[in-house]
């Protein structure tokens, strides 16, 4: 089992930028492919970034192209995701998660932590 925890989340102006951590404690954390997920008040659970095992892959929502990266450190067990250029539509609840598989659906993954709120003003 795998125990996730999110930070960083907060309340920026549009193109502002944050960095959302997720600790990982428990099974190994180089055993998991990782993922960023959100959700905004009445829409779906939508993945934001995904990133294999050892970084050596990683996948990207066409929205967050290029404004957001992710990346891990496994050493430190931890998720990053540094985001840029921040807009409203951004404004969510963020997620971060673990999959046995490389996979960016969110009902394939295993483990997810309790979420951090991004709120992005105009």
């Known amino acids: 089992q795998v125990q996730l925890v999110e930070s960083g989340g907060g309340l920026v102006q549009a193109g502002g930028s944050l960095r959302l951590s997720c600790a990982a404690s428990?099974?190994?954390?180089?055993?998991?492919?990782m993922g960023w997920f959100r959700q905004a008040p009445g829409k779906e659970r939508e993945v934001v970034a995904a990133i294999r095992l050892y970084g050596t892959t990683t996948y990207y929502a066409d929205s967050v192209k290029g404004r957001f990266t992710i990346s891990r450190d496994n050493a430190k067990n931890t998720l990053y995701l540094q985001m840029n250029s921040l807009k409203p539509e951004d404004t969510a609840v963020y997620y971060c998660?673990?999959?046995?598989?490389?996979?960016?659906?969110?009902?394939?993954?295993?483990?997810w932590g309790q979420g951090t709120q991004v709120t992005v003003s105009s």
């Open positions: 428990g099974r190994t954390f180089s055993s998991y492919a």
């Open positions: 998660a673990a999959s046995m598989i490389w996979t960016v659906t969110p009902s394939q993954y295993n483990y």
